[in-house]
C-alpha cells in the first residue's frame, strides 16, 4: 500500500509540472513589491530584479542570483539568463526556465511550482530553498518579509 501511494504521489508531481511547464509570465497587474527577504537577520539587497508576491497564485517569489550568493552558492546564467546553473552545499542544481525543469545533481526532479524569468535573471517560490536546501522558509506578516533560515 505504502508503495502505491508514493507512486501515485510520484505521479501526480510529475502529471503537475508537465502540465504546468514553462516559465510562466505573471501580469504586472498580480505582482505586489515591496517586500523583503531576511537571511536569518541579515536583509537582503536585491539589484536587477525584485522578489514579489503573485496575488493571482499566492506565492512569493525570489531572484536566484543575490539569494544564491547570499547562501555562499554559485550561480551561473546561460543561454541569456533562461538557464541557471547553481552550486551549493555539495549540490549542482540546474534550472531551465523555458521548461521549468530542475534538475538536482543531473537528475530531473519535480518542482510543481512555476519558475519566473524577467531581467535576464530567474526568481523561484520560496518553496525552492526548502524542497532543495532544507531552508526553513516563513513569512512575517509585521515586516512584509520572507525570513529564510535552518
Not at 508503495?3 to 502540465?19: G, N
Not at 523561484?124 to 506578516?141: E, N, Q, R
Request: proline share 4%; with cysteine; net charge negative.
Amino acid at each position: 500500500m505504502k508503495k502505491i501511494c508514493t507512486l501515485m504521489l510520484a505521479f501526480s508531481l510529475v502529471f503537475v509540472s508537465i502540465a504546468f511547464a514553462g516559465a510562466t509570465e505573471i501580469k504586472e497587474d498580480y505582482k505586489h513589491y515591496g517586500i523583503n527577504v531576511r537571511l536569518h537577520s541579515q536583509v537582503l539587497e536585491f539589484t536587477s530584479s525584485q522578489p514579489f508576491i503573485d496575488t493571482l497564485g499566492n506565492r512569493s517569489y525570489i531572484p536566484l542570483p543575490q539569494l544564491i550568493e547570499a547562501l555562499n552558492g554559485t550561480y551561473t546564467g546561460l543561454e541569456n539568463g533562461t538557464i541557471a546553473e547553481i552550486s551549493i552545499q555539495d549540490q549542482q542544481i540546474r534550472i531551465n526556465s523555458n521548461t521549468n525543469e530542475v534538475f538536482v545533481n543531473d537528475v530531473l526532479t519535480p518542482f510543481p511550482h512555476n519558475i519566473y524569468y524577467s531581467n535576464g535573471e530567474i526568481s523561484v517560490p520560496a518553496a525552492f530553498l526548502a524542497s532543495f536546501l532544507d531552508y526553513k522558509v516563513d513569512w512575517d506578516y509585521g515586516s512584509r518579509s520572507i525570513v529564510i533560515y535552518k
